[in-house]
């Protein structure tokens, strides 16, 4: 018998509100995405901020500069999720269309799911409504809870998460001798 999956048919665009400017931003399916200048060049110039580059990607890419080849793959990552129902990254745009941020539930296990995140510097003050409406889609979505790990030093990825109600568990996580992390839960 297979595990009943999530269903977001019900998902349209969703406007979150800046928690800072009050500026109304989008909350869209990666898919609604192409892979043109503009939208690489957002994502380029996010990914080599210094907090964004430093917290996801200096590791991964051994100290090289994030590049458009690396966004056309997140770009074809997140879309490849979608298609195969295993995986779900959403983007957040700002009122003139360019990438803000990103948010992710990163599988379709509807007992608890890892949800990821990121924002631009520039838009300081948009995490904290995304991440609310993650959840609220996730919950119409039908997941019962949702998690996520955090680095002991970000502290305002901490915040984000305690503001939208998540609690913090006992003790730290480490992951294959990375810097440890503390783990978030949030009942739907």
């Known amino acids: 018998m297979t ?18 400017t009050g500026k109304t931003y989008t909350l869209d399916k990666i898919t609604a995405l192409t892979p043109d200048d503009r939208t690489l060049s957002d994502l380029v110039r996010i990914c080599n901020e210094p907090a964004i580059y430093d917290f996801l990607f200096r590791e991964r890419l051994k100290g090289a500069t994030y590049t458009a080849e690396d966004a056309r793959g997140f770009l074809a990552w997140g879309s490849k999720g979608w298609a195969e129902k295993a995986y779900f990254v959403f983007i957040v745009r700002d009122e003139h269309g360019h ?46 809870a949702l998690m996520a790990y955090v680095r ?22 480490v992951n294959k001798g990375k810097t440890g992390r503390h783990v978030f839960r949030k009942t739907l």
């Not at 595990?3 to 800072?20: E, L, Q, R, Y």
């Open 152 to 173: 002991l030093d970000n502290d305002r990825s901490r915040q984000v998460l305690l503001t939208n109600g998540f609690t913090q568990e006992p003790g730290e996580f």
């Open 99 to 144: 990438i803000a941020a990103a948010t992710d539930i990163r599988a379709n296990t509807l007992v608890e799911s890892e949800v990821g995140y990121w924002a631009s510097s520039k838009h300081s003050g948009i995490m904290t409504p995304t991440l609310n409406a993650l959840t609220k889609v996730a919950l119409r979505a039908g997941y019962a």
């Open 3 to 20: 595990s009943p999956s999530p269903d977001f048919s019900f998902f349209a665009s969703t406007p979150v509100v800046n928690a800072k």
